[in-house]
């Protein structure tokens, strides 16, 4: 067994055969990932019914067309096939049980990002486990809020699904097929391995992203007129709610504790060998020249393009003016010539009225991108 639950080998996607697309669905909380669920079902044909605690956030959704305000007497024609519980974890046991005290649905499943938490409070207010299916689809936005929703948020993405021993076999069917709904790609692994998992993969980054972004706050303003894409990249998750936040760390405790804790022994050695050079101890900087080596391995493991394996990408720097439209020509540029665009990183010049994209592309397209794009007017960087 590995020393770590989560270097465990990820299990394979969940088969499709007889899953069980919904034909209607109530979607409880109206915030960013319930109403691109609810925006995903609604262009795949699907019923759905809008509630929230906050009246104006479902009535916003309503209008961007996520779906129908749910009546107080429920979905009209009876229970819907399914219930997508969108609401913070600690909240989803008690969200839960009021659902099913009203047979909203004949089936239910949740968002939220930790998965023992909520199961064991439901557990604990006896709720029907037959019929509840714990679920995450992992995928999201520095924004918040239905305004920012997109129907194509789980494109591609994970949609972890974690069946319990008590589970009804059309339930599991049927919230995989919710996550086919959504353009997603179902994985099914047990509460405790999913909140082990995203403790490594989402939690801990977070944390790690806010540390580094909150030595940011007394800095003085010429030190972060100074700052590039790497440190825009090390701290850009770190916008995120810190409310929010707060509630998926403290439900994921004891897992995200742990990362964290290997991340800061890391961290401590490398400065600690840091001042070992800075007193003249050359050889110290073998210690940070291992963890700087162990991090590009690491690096290397993380999936690719719409989680496949990874694959090295050849990087074409080029200067653009920063002015409307001058990204689109860009890439139509790159399209009339044939060229698949995988990846794109546009970073600004400070003070300056132009920006670098660095645009992946297959290697033995590199070449080719290069030259249509300094016939087209593009200082390309060698």
């Not at 609810?38 to 605690?53: F, I, K, Q, S, Y």
């Not at 993405?157 to 589970?167: D, G, M, Q």
């Not at 890391?266 to 003249?280: F, M, T, W």
């Not at 080029?318 to 698949?340: K, M, Y």
Request: glycine letters at 10%; a negative charge; proline letters at 8%.
């Amino acid at each position: 067994m590995s020393e770590h639950p989560w270097q465990q080998p990820h299990r394979q996607a969940a088969p499709r055969a007889g899953v069980i697309e919904p034909r209607s669905a109530v979607v409880i909380g109206t915030g960013l990932i319930g109403t691109s669920v609810a925006l995903a079902l609604r262009e795949h044909g699907v019923t759905v019914w809008l509630l929230d605690r906050d009246p104006e956030s479902a009535r916003l959704a309503a209008g961007i067309g996520a779906g129908m305000l749910l009546p107080d007497s429920g979905a009209p024609g009876g229970p819907a096939d399914i219930a997508v519980l969108a609401v913070p974890p600690a909240a989803v046991a008690a969200e839960l049980a009021r659902a099913q005290g009203r047979g909203l649905a004949n089936c239910y499943t949740d968002v939220a990002s930790v998965k023992a938490l909520p199961l064991g409070q439901a557990r604990d207010l006896q709720c029907d486990l037959t019929s509840y299916v714990p679920a995450h689809p992992l995928s999201g936005r520095e924004r918040s809020g239905p305004a920012a929703a997109r129907a194509d948020l789980f494109l591609g993405r994970p949609w972890v699904i974690c069946p319990l021993a008590e589970n009804d076999a059309d339930a599991i069917s049927l919230v995989t097929g919710l996550a086919v709904a959504c353009q997603a790609q179902p994985v099914q692994m047990s509460a405790e391995e999913h909140d082990q998992r995203v403790a490594l993969v989402s939690h801990a980054p977070h944390v790690v992203a806010a540390a580094m972004a909150a030595r940011l706050e007394l800095a003085a303003p010429g030190a972060l007129g100074l700052a590039g894409q790497g440190l825009r990249d090390v701290t850009r998750i770190a916008g995120g709610d810190p409310g929010m936040w707060r509630q998926i760390l403290t439900a994921n405790a004891g897992p995200a504790g742990r990362v964290l804790r290997h991340v800061a022994a890391d961290l401590e050695q490398a400065a600690a060998a840091l001042d070992r050079v800075a007193a003249g101890d050359e050889l110290a900087a073998k210690d940070v020249a291992e963890l700087l080596e162990r991090g590009t391995a690491g690096a290397s493991r993380i999936p690719g393009k719409r989680g496949g394996p990874a694959r090295d990408f050849a990087v074409v720097q080029v200067i653009i003016p920063d002015r409307p439209g001058e990204l689109a020509r860009l890439f139509r540029a790159a399209g009339d010539a044939g060229i698949n665009i995988e990846d794109v990183g546009i970073e600004h010049s400070p003070g300056l009225p132009v920006g670098v994209a660095e645009l992946s592309v297959r290697p033995e397209a590199a070449a080719q991108l290069r030259s249509v794009l300094a016939a087209g007017g593009w200082p390309v960087r060698r």
